[in-house]
């Protein structure tokens, strides 16, 4: 598959719109993504394979161009296209709109802005200073004088404000109040959204004409790295005076209903989970864990319903919160994560509400 065949499958499926049809025909992903890329747990070098990256460049794909040190998890990525076209569509740009745009990666969404919006109209923050260098070069080797800056997209940008739109690229789970600040009354704030339990959604806010909060809905499904500094660190726990139970729910509705995680997330912040094949386990089984640093819990897949399917420690009994958090999601008809929505101030403060600003969750 060529570039000019993935835009074409793009348009189709309606994820790319003709507004910006003539910018991903003009800079291509292929122009802005590094000789190296990571798929699949492994490295593939252009100058070793150039078959093989050109296929995956030229795919539907997210592409890891850096990891962290533990050479499992990217720390900068080029998004997969269809997730870039969509967000560009819910950024809802129109001609002399200024942009701000949060974690720059490999420059390829800031070129497509510039090819839209033009250069002039683009200011793109890269807290990678290295990664920053390279999309700057690249940028202007495709002849786009975009401003690219080295520092703390948490902090935006306020010599080149405000701005029209703010557009990240990554997932926060408390958004900064400086971009709030940063863009105008009326102005747009596009970025990822999730929790330690589920990652996430794109949020949509529209800053209030005071300036001092903005309020708006999730309006799409999309995952990405988080921004750094609200990175999830769930770090070690301990588990003693283990306390057993059977559980009220199957915890696959939980692990394997997207929707309701996200809701759950929502409702009890602050809890990791992740599933495992527990060896240990003289049963073997796979199981569902959820901690917060302090308690914790897990619920096995078989048997969830026995007497000793549950087992919790520490001062929370945290299935019982998934389970009521279940529940209440249940209750509510099953929200999906488009009938969520967020309000935040400059003051710092969150809420979270269902189907009405006036319908906060806590």
Not at 61 to 70: I, K, N, S
Request: proline residues 6%; glycine residues 10%.
């Amino acid at each position: 598959m060529t570039w000019a065949d993935l835009t074409a499958a793009l348009q189709e499926s309606g994820a790319l719109t003709a507004e910006w049809e003539k910018a991903f025909a003009t800079a291509p992903r292929t122009a802005f993504t590094p000789d190296r890329i990571h798929y699949a747990g492994e490295w593939i070098d252009r100058g070793k394979d150039s078959a093989r990256w050109s296929e995956l460049v030229c795919s539907d794909l997210p592409l890891a161009t850096q990891l962290y040190e533990d050479g499992q998890t990217p720390s900068s990525s080029s998004s997969m296209p269809t997730v870039v076209a969509t967000m560009l569509r819910h950024l809802d740009v129109a001609d002399g709109m200024r942009v701000l745009e949060v974690g720059t990666g490999t420059g390829w969404t800031s070129a497509l802005l510039a090819r839209r919006l033009g250069a002039e109209s683009v200011t793109t923050i890269e807290v990678d200073s290295d990664l920053a260098d390279t999309a700057r070069n690249r940028l202007g080797g495709a002849g786009l004088g975009v401003t690219v800056v080295a520092g703390d997209g948490a902090l935006g940008y306020p010599e080149k404000g405000p701005f029209d739109r703010l557009h990240a690229t990554a997932a926060v789970r408390t958004v900064p109040p400086s971009w709030i600040e940063q863009v105008r009354p009326g102005g747009v704030i596009l970025t990822p959204f999730g929790t330690a339990f589920c990652n996430g959604a794109l949020l949509k806010l529209a800053v209030a004409d005071d300036g001092c909060s903005a309020s708006g809905r999730f309006v799409a499904d999309v995952a990405f790295m988080w921004v750094r500094d609200q990175r999830p660190e769930s770090g070690p726990f301990d588990i003693d005076d283990v306390r057993h139970s059977p559980s009220v729910i199957d915890p696959k509705w939980v692990d394997e209903e997207t929707a309701a995680a996200f809701a759950i997330g929502l409702r009890v912040p602050g809890l990791f989970r992740q599933r495992v094949w527990a060896g240990y386990d003289p049963l073997g089984t796979g199981r569902s864990e959820v901690w917060d640093g302090v308690s914790y819990a897990h619920c096995r897949f078989a048997d969830w319903n026995g007497p000793h399917a549950v087992s919790q420690s520490g001062p929370r009994d945290l299935w019982e919160e998934i389970s009521a958090a279940y529940a209440w999601w249940e209750r509510n008809t099953k929200p999906d994560p488009t009938r969520f929505g967020v309000t935040v101030t400059t003051a710092g403060t969150q809420r979270v509400w269902l189907d009405d600003p006036e319908n906060v969750i806590d």
